[in-house]
């Protein structure tokens, strides 16, 4: 079975601040993709950033970036020059790429952007 | 295009009641996924929707069922209600077919409260 963890249940930083939040999961598989989503108060679940797991190169949005460590089994977000509209619930999420389409969450990490 | 959108926002129902939950996915999405979110457990797999027929499900008792129509609207079923089935239900649409390469799409969720 497939797990997630974030060890982070809360973070805050200061506007325009870079803030790193970090992700372990751990499966047997070698094929799957890795996401972090972000849940603002509005409730609805928003993809950030995707990874897949056979690509060695980090994937990057705009001012959000990971770092994927496959070995390690390691999958932290950066975000850069943050902003107010970012503070929200950041899940990490994985989910195989053959069988079910069926995400697993990690618990979540609360972020808040003080001005 | 119009979003993944789940109605009703928010119910309220008593113990031993049923209720039905509705999700219309992105047009052209043929997956559903519906995920139980609460503060204790987290976000966790109810089951998966393709093409009218139900691929996966998690770990939930009976109580808890679904169905997706022709046009790949899907409704989730809980009977015989519960305190602990107070949550947030969301839904989730996708392209995905025998692989899982395309992200999942969040609706708002539909808050339920059972009292």
């Known amino acids: 079975a497939q797990t997630v963890t974030q060890s982070q249940p809360e973070m805050s930083v200061q506007e325009a601040e870079t803030v790193t939040l970090s992700c372990t999961y751990d499966?047997?598989?070698?094929?799957?993709?890795l996401f972090w989503y972000k849940q603002p108060p509005s409730r609805q679940m928003i993809l950030v950033i995707r990874q897949e797991a056979y690509k060695q190169q980090n994937a990057t949005e705009n001012r959000f970036s990971v770092n994927f460590q496959k070995a390690a089994k390691s999958f932290s977000l950066k975000i850069s020059d943050s902003q107010l509209g970012d503070t929200a619930m950041y899940f990490c999420?994985?989910?195989?790429?053959?069988?079910?389409?069926?995400?697993?969450f990690g618990q979540g990490t609360r972020l808040t952007i003080n001005p | 295009k119009a979003g993944v959108t789940q109605t009703p926002r928010y119910l309220i129902k008593t113990r031993g009641q049923q209720v039905t939950l509705s999700c219309s996915p992105i047009?052209?999405?043929?997956?559903v996924s519906w995920y139980q979110q609460t503060p204790g457990q987290g976000l966790q797999f109810l089951f998966e929707y393709f093409s009218e027929t139900q691929r996966n499900k998690g770990n939930f008792p009976g109580r808890f069922s679904g169905r997706q129509f022709s046009n790949s609207r899907s409704e989730m079923n809980v009977s015989t209600l519960e305190l602990g089935d107070s949550a947030l239900y969301l839904c989730?649409?996708?392209?995905?077919?025998?692989?899982?390469?395309?992200?999942?799409?969040f609706g708002n969720g539909t808050r339920l409260t059972v009292t």
């Open positions: 989730a649409s996708s392209l995905a077919g025998t692989e899982n390469n395309s992200p999942l799409h």
């Open positions: 999420a994985f989910v195989l790429i053959q069988g079910a389409q069926k995400l697993v």
């Open positions: 499966t047997s598989e070698n094929n799957y993709y």
């Open positions: 047009s052209g999405h043929r997956s």
